[in-house]
């Protein structure tokens, strides 16, 4: 496909590439008016898929992003019925249709074989988000947020909402709560030491003029970022969407730069409570944790070097880190989780089922066994197999439920959002995987390990203890201070939040 910028005038094309490995034609443009960055990947699959994402760094743990991604999606200007997102579903031919919330962005991505399906979702997407009913209707920040909830004058106070009730289950689950301390624990000085999703002791402290001011920020086309992928007329999408929304914005200036947190000069230690059942044992229910930054997403090579030293180190069989705290019955579950979702990447070596005292021991196998891998050399037929495993997944391509197209394009979103020239950086990695292949007798990977793991001081060791009763008494806390703060109402005060209570419940 070649890009006729003379039907296409509103975009300017920045950068044509032709992306081999999945067969595909990229294109780079930027809207000349708004300043939406669009990225297009033309090709001759029928499942075609679109998303507009947008940078949304938290400035606290509130959860303003997550709440907003919820509340748009509840009518908008054109579709201004209470939920589309629910009619959609049930009506729709897509065969992907849904909204995430990371860390640092938000996506509202959809995917669908039919031409007139897919331009209806994606007029139903665009208006949502640009023009949501949250101005006209404070009572979908409610519901979906966050309100006080009172039946009767005589009943007590408490605080009900979709994301608050959601963010209550998700921290009462310590895989959750783990991982959350651990991306908190290595970027303290930056957006990601929040909780976007919202933390549910700070839901109630956003406001709704907060929450529309969110939205004003981060919701522009200048901070927007637009995907096209599949067989489609891309010019005719393009100058629709100019048409529609796009034309109706001038380009500012947003400040959404997600920070670079600058390196640590010791490894950080944490211990954080998990709520346990009273019929659990408190021995043998601690999770260890030790966790290293690396470097920036933007290493392309790196991106894929450490999902190989996962399978080499912790996931291959007899793999010898794994097996080394496993001798030594450190724990019974051993992962190793690679992540790679924020502008600087992580690795973490997990151990669950274990013990506080066993810390030192944890640490010390951790270092003992890597200094002997970088001193002996990691065996070469476990790297080769994690690397053939790898480039076997990544031909296949097979995703599952998930549309091929999408999972690209949130590849795309892993560079592009950190540097917008860059959004095709994680799409062609054969050439990665023959380099890897070249490396595995040349000391490569032992210097990974020498650089990222033994000699690297943006460390953290997270300790996650199980704890009885903690949820029964912060739910104790919650309740002592609701009661206190419906004392401080007026009784008239008190009857508007039972008629709110009953008004949302129609």
Same mark, same amino acid.
Request: charged residues 25%; proline residues 5%.
């Given at each position: 496909?070649?890009?006729?910028?003379?039907?296409?005038?509103?975009?300017?094309?920045?950068?044509?590439?032709?992306?081999?490995?999945?067969?595909?034609?990229?294109?780079?443009?930027?809207?000349?008016?708004?300043?939406?960055?669009?990225?297009?990947? *033309?090709?001759?699959?029928?499942?075609?898929?679109?998303?507009?994402?947008?940078?949304?760094?938290?400035?606290?743990?509130?959860?303003?992003? #997550?709440?907003?991604?919820?509340?748009?999606?509840?009518?908008?200007?054109?579709?201004?019925?209470?939920?589309?997102?629910?009619?959609?579903?049930?009506?729709?031919?897509?065969?992907?249709?849904?909204?995430?919330?990371?860390? +640092?962005?938000?996506?509202?991505?959809?995917?669908?074989?039919?031409?007139?399906?897919?331009?209806?979702?994606?007029?139903?997407?665009?208006?949502?988000?640009?023009?949501?009913?949250?101005?006209?209707?404070?009572?979908?920040?409610?519901?979906?947020?966050?309100?006080?909830?009172?039946?009767?004058?005589?009943?007590?106070?408490?605080?009900?909402?979709?994301?608050?009730?959601?963010?209550?289950?998700?921290?009462?689950?310590?895989?959750?709560?783990?991982?959350?301390?651990?991306?908190?624990?290595?970027?303290?000085?930056?957006?990601?030491?929040?909780?976007?999703?919202?933390?549910?002791?700070?839901?109630?402290?956003?406001?709704?003029?907060?929450?529309?001011?969110?939205?004003?920020?981060?919701?522009?086309?200048?901070?927007?970022?637009?995907?096209?992928?599949?067989?489609?007329?891309?010019?005719?999408?393009?100058?629709?969407?100019?048409?529609?929304?796009?034309?109706?914005?001038?380009?500012?200036?947003?400040?959404?730069?997600?920070?670079?947190?600058?390196?640590?000069?010791?490894?950080?230690?944490? %211990?954080?409570?998990? #709520?346990?059942?009273?019929?659990?044992?408190?021995?043998?229910?601690?999770?260890? *944790?030790?966790? %290293?930054?690396?470097?920036?997403?933007?290493?392309?090579?790196?991106?894929?070097?450490? +999902?190989?030293?996962?399978?080499?180190?912790?996931?291959?069989?007899?793999?010898?880190?794994?097996?080394?705290?496993?001798?030594?019955?450190?724990?019974?579950?051993?992962?190793?989780?690679?992540?790679?979702?924020?502008?600087?990447?992580?690795?973490?070596?997990?151990?669950?089922? *274990?013990?506080?005292?066993?810390?030192?021991?944890?640490?010390?196998?951790?270092?003992?066994?890597?200094?002997?891998? %970088?001193?002996?050399?990691?065996?070469?037929?476990?790297?080769?197999?994690?690397?053939?495993?790898?480039?076997?997944?990544?031909?296949?391509?097979?995703?599952?439920?998930?549309?091929?197209?999408?999972?690209?394009?949130?590849?795309?979103?892993?560079?592009?959002?950190?540097?917008?020239?860059?959004?095709?950086? #994680?799409?062609?990695?054969?050439?990665?995987?023959?380099?890897?292949?070249?490396?595995?007798?040349?000391?490569?990977?032992?210097?990974?390990?020498?650089?990222?793991?033994?000699?690297?001081?943006?460390?953290?060791? %997270?300790?996650?203890?199980?704890?009885?009763?903690?949820?029964?008494?912060?739910?104790?806390?919650?309740?002592?201070?609701?009661?206190?703060?419906?004392?401080?109402? *007026?009784?008239?005060?008190?009857?508007?939040?039972?008629?709110?209570? #009953?008004?949302?419940?129609?």
């Amino acid at each position: 496909m070649k890009m006729n910028l003379k039907n296409c005038s509103a975009y300017e094309l920045l950068e044509e590439k032709h992306l081999e490995d999945i067969k595909s034609e990229g294109f780079l443009l930027k809207h000349k008016k708004s300043g939406a960055r669009i990225c297009l990947i *033309s090709n001759e699959d029928d499942n075609k898929v679109f998303y507009v994402g947008f940078r949304t760094p938290s400035l606290d743990s509130t959860g303003a992003a #997550h709440i907003l991604e919820h509340s748009v999606l509840c009518g908008s200007e054109k579709y201004p019925v209470k939920d589309p997102f629910v009619e959609l579903a049930k009506s729709s031919l897509n065969t992907f249709l849904n909204a995430m919330t990371y860390p +640092d962005k938000t996506i509202y991505p959809l995917a669908s074989c039919n031409d007139k399906d897919f331009q209806n979702l994606m007029e139903v997407y665009l208006d949502a988000v640009f023009h949501p009913n949250i101005y006209k209707c404070r009572e979908i920040f409610c519901q979906e947020g966050w309100h006080y909830e009172m039946e009767s004058l005589d009943a007590p106070l408490t605080i009900n909402g979709v994301v608050y009730n959601e963010m209550k289950g998700a921290f009462s689950s310590p895989d959750g709560v783990l991982e959350r301390e651990i991306l908190n624990s290595l970027y303290p000085d930056t957006s990601y030491a929040f909780e976007s999703g919202g933390n549910p002791e700070n839901i109630p402290e956003l406001t709704y003029e907060q929450f529309l001011a969110f939205h004003q920020k981060y919701y522009h086309p200048c901070n927007s970022y637009f995907y096209l992928y599949g067989d489609m007329d891309m010019e005719e999408k393009l100058n629709w969407i100019d048409r529609e929304y796009l034309s109706k914005y001038d380009r500012i200036s947003v400040d959404s730069e997600i920070k670079i947190q600058k390196p640590f000069q010791q490894p950080r230690e944490l %211990v954080i409570p998990y #709520h346990i059942a009273s019929g659990e044992e408190l021995k043998d229910n601690t999770y260890l *944790s030790y966790n %290293v930054s690396i470097e920036t997403i933007l290493d392309k090579t790196l991106y894929v070097a450490f +999902d190989i030293l996962d399978y080499a180190l912790l996931s291959a069989p007899g793999a010898p880190l794994k097996q080394a705290l496993l001798d030594a019955g450190i724990g019974k579950d051993i992962m190793a989780s690679f992540d790679c979702s924020s502008l600087q990447p992580l690795f973490s070596i997990i151990v669950k089922n *274990s013990n506080p005292e066993r810390k030192e021991e944890f640490l010390n196998i951790i270092q003992k066994v890597l200094k002997e891998q %970088v001193s002996q050399g990691i065996n070469r037929k476990s790297l080769m197999a994690g690397i053939n495993s790898f480039e076997f997944r990544y031909r296949e391509a097979d995703y599952g439920s998930f549309p091929k197209g999408l999972l690209l394009g949130i590849k795309c979103l892993d560079s592009w959002i950190y540097d917008e020239n860059q959004p095709f950086l #994680h799409l062609e990695e054969l050439e990665i995987i023959e380099f890897l292949k070249s490396q595995t007798e040349t000391g490569y990977f032992e210097q990974l390990l020498q650089k990222y793991f033994l000699e690297n001081p943006h460390a953290s060791v %997270v300790l996650a203890k199980p704890e009885y009763g903690l949820n029964a008494k912060r739910e104790e806390e919650l309740a002592k201070k609701l009661a206190e703060y419906k004392a401080s109402l *007026s009784l008239e005060e008190q009857q508007a939040v039972v008629d709110f209570t #009953h008004h949302l419940k129609l």
